[in-house]
């Protein structure tokens, strides 16, 4: 049976602490593939800020993972269009791939807000939770109240990187350095594409 993770994000930009959750999702839950599903509008993120478009977000992923076994950007939901549930996203996946095993991996933060997520009660008969733990002491109890208790939820311990997209949009705004936070390749694509105001 073949088992897909399944790592959603805003990914404005992707960076290694994404990677780096996918990677260790990939090689402890011996994954066959990871996908870095690339939201088309994340409506938890709508309104607050303007988003960098989502065929950019895409194009800095796929060069992100250009290479790396397991790792694939995914444009399904880009596909979809309009605004991006993880319920169709699990939906549609479940239809493409019916004998593989979905296992959804969100960090910790991510975890905790579940419970307000739309059709939570669909996603949770379709696949298995997997909490990515940063570092520090694993706050378990969350994630598997709001999962109902009687289904397992899974958990990867990775190290803290404190690093968070948005952080790394205000750096490259002020033309820093996010050498190593930010693999290669993504920065050339980032450079090329002339996101998030860096040109060259
Ligand atoms: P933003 O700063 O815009 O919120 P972000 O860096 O948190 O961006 P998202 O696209 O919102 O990135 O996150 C996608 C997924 O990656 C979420 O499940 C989130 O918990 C996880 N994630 C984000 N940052 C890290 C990190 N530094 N280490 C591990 N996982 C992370
Ligand atoms: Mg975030």
Not at 19 to 36: F, G, H, K, M, T
Not at 67 to 87: F, K
Request: proline residues 4%; contains cysteine.
């Amino acid at each position: 049976m073949e088992r897909i993770g399944i790592l959603g994000g805003t990914f404005d930009p992707v960076h290694v602490g994404h990677l780096v959750a996918a990677c260790w999702c990939r090689d402890a839950l011996e994954l066959d593939r990871v996908l870095l599903v690339v939201a088309n509008e994340p409506w938890q993120k709508t309104g607050t800020r303007e988003l960098t478009a989502a065929e950019d977000r895409f194009a800095v992923v796929t060069a992100a993972v250009e290479g790396v076994d397991g790792l694939q950007a995914s444009h399904i939901e880009i596909e979809r269009g309009g605004p991006s549930y993880t319920a169709d996203t699990v939906q549609e996946l479940r239809v493409a791939h019916p004998g593989a095993e979905l296992l959804l991996a969100m960090g910790s933060d991510v975890a905790a807000e579940l419970g307000t997520w739309h059709r939570f009660e669909e996603i949770k008969g379709l696949v298995t939770l997997v909490v990515v733990d940063r570092g520090g002491a694993a706050p378990k109890g969350a994630a598997q109240e709001r999962w109902g208790g009687a289904r397992s939820v899974l958990h990867v311990r990775i190290p803290t990187l404190e690093i968070s997209s948005s952080e790394l949009r205000e750096r490259l705004r002020r033309g820093r350095s996010v050498d190593f936070l930010i693999p290669e390749r993504a920065i050339r694509c980032i450079r090329r594409l002339g996101l998030y105001s860096v040109s060259g």
